[in-house]
């Protein structure tokens, strides 16, 4: 059977880069059986021949009417698919779907009739306003890291710009690499709407949101790029964590040192 990826490099090449990032996410443990979502825009990717392909799938309904989104193509994973499976067989655990011209619903086209996750609705709904915003970012990674959802267990850590402040102040990089910081949004019912409003409303602030008791929402310019800033996030977390674990409070970076940080390397915040 013919794969939507053959003869197309480029398209091959966003692919595996997806596979690639599923593979990093289990074997951080941040992927246990079917946790996890990752959904990238690859319009630019696609060409006539892909736009003529006929649909392998019933019309389904998104759920929302998304404007922006009129004509686009996105791999999204499969429902009930696992991360370390996608790693190793993308097209078998994720699907290619056209958005319809009533931008309410889509169909798959390529290469099996793999349903996308249940969580579809958000992940799009933030890709439409990424559109609607200009902006050059291209995909969307839900995932469970250890560290960062066992801060978030913790009250005193919720608080608008508190974790941000932790941890940009355990290692240089993290304030270089993550420069927006990291939103919280308090808990809410997983696959939710209100979840998926509360998470927009983050990202217009950042690129990385926790969702207390559940995980991570990033956006990035593409696949790697929302995972680098979540393991760079995790890095931090780890280090906070471990030093308390060897029974002594993090000193941290000074003030002083991270708007150092901000100066040298001419950062928002």
């Not at 994973?77 to 958005?99: F, H, Y």
């Not at 800033?229 to 993090?250: H, N, R, T, W």
Request: proline letters at 4%.
């Amino acid at each position: 059977m013919n794969s939507i990826l053959d003869g197309r490099s480029a398209l091959k090449k966003e692919i595996d880069k997806i596979a690639e990032v599923a593979g990093y996410l289990w074997q951080n443990g941040w992927a246990e059986r079917n946790g996890g979502n990752i959904t990238v825009n690859i319009t630019e990717l696609v060409d006539d021949e892909i736009r003529r392909m006929p649909a392998i799938s019933e019309v389904k309904q998104i759920g929302v009417t998304l404007p922006a989104l009129k004509g686009c193509y996105f791999y999204c994973k499969g429902t009930g698919k696992r991360m370390r499976d996608l790693a190793r067989w993308p097209m078998d655990n994720g699907s290619v779907i056209r958005i319809l011209d009533d931008c309410a619903s889509y169909v798959i086209i390529a290469d099996n009739a793999v349903m996308p996750t249940s969580e579809l609705p958000s992940h799009l709904t933030v890709h439409n306003h990424l559109i609607e915003s200009g902006s050059a970012y291209k995909a969307t990674v839900h995932t469970h890291p250890i560290e960062l959802v066992a801060m978030s267990h913790n009250k005193k850590f919720l608080g608008k710009d508190v974790l941000t402040r932790i941890l940009w102040s355990m290692i240089p990089e993290t304030k270089a690499f993550c420069p927006l910081g990291l939103g919280v949004v308090p808990y809410q019912l997983p696959g939710s709407n209100d979840l998926a409003d509360a998470t927009l409303k983050e990202l217009e602030d950042y690129d990385v949101v926790l969702w207390e008791k559940h995980g991570v929402f990033a956006k990035g310019l593409d696949v790697m790029d929302a995972f680098d800033q979540i393991d760079v996030l995790s890095k931090s977390a780890k280090i906070y964590i471990d030093a308390k674990c060897m029974g002594f409070e993090p000193d941290g970076m000074t003030d002083e040192q991270m708007a150092e940080m901000t100066r040298a390397f001419n950062l928002p915040k």
